[in-house]
């Protein structure tokens, strides 16, 4: 899938676990709910940070690209000594290592650690890097017009007021209520959005090895993926007419049940 089409549908998830969540007396408060769909939005680009074409590559300057350029070489070398005999030799490292679960965890668990360890300054880095993501993906268009300054200013703004937003109330302290465990959710809204962008990827033309290291017959970099007719080419019609609108919904949906619109 394109940008847009991953950064919606991890808005989407996150506002389905808000949903779930308020089901099952978790209930978020709104600033958990607002900014965790944002962080969701924007972890669901990170794993193309292995195609230089991609959002993410171009979203941060020369710093991106580096890390782009990095990531791809990780992720071709990690491809390489892990491969088995069914699994075809590639020439570069993209759709491999960054569209794994293992690469979702590490990231969600890198995120809470920095967030336990850095205070606020640690959850600021971590809400700008996402923030700036989530405004690419879903106001792609404005994002493309206007100055990647003005976009980066916007997410700086952004994460100082949401951070203050998360303070102010018991956002910060979501799910993980005890003393010290302020903020230990931040991981799960950039574990979500990784694994949402790998099922997303999975739904089109070349699938994605989303359950790697584990073995499947001849092959551990096994491309998942629905039946070959209920596949998709990456940006058709599909992708625009079908699947957006529904994420849309489905998240204003989700949105309600977890304010809890519905009652109960
Ligand atoms: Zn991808």
New binding site residues.
Partial sequence: ?MGPA?SLSGAAAWLGVGAAAAALNHPMPWPTLVVGALICAGAALA??L??KA?TISRAFGPISRTLCEVTDKISYATYKATRKAGDPRRSGG??TL??TWVWAVLLGTGASAIAWFGGRWGVLAILFIHLVLAVEGLLWRQARMSSDVLVWLLGATGAWMLADALDSSNGKGWLFTHPGQQYLWIGLPIVLGSIV??L??ALTVSG?PVLWPIPIGRRRWYPIGPPKPMRFRAGSWVEIKVLTPVFFAAGGLAALGALGVFGG
Wanted: with cysteine; aromatic share 0%.
């Fill in positions: 899938m991953h794993p193309d292995d195609h991609a993209h759709r960054t569209h962008h790998c997303g990827d994605c």
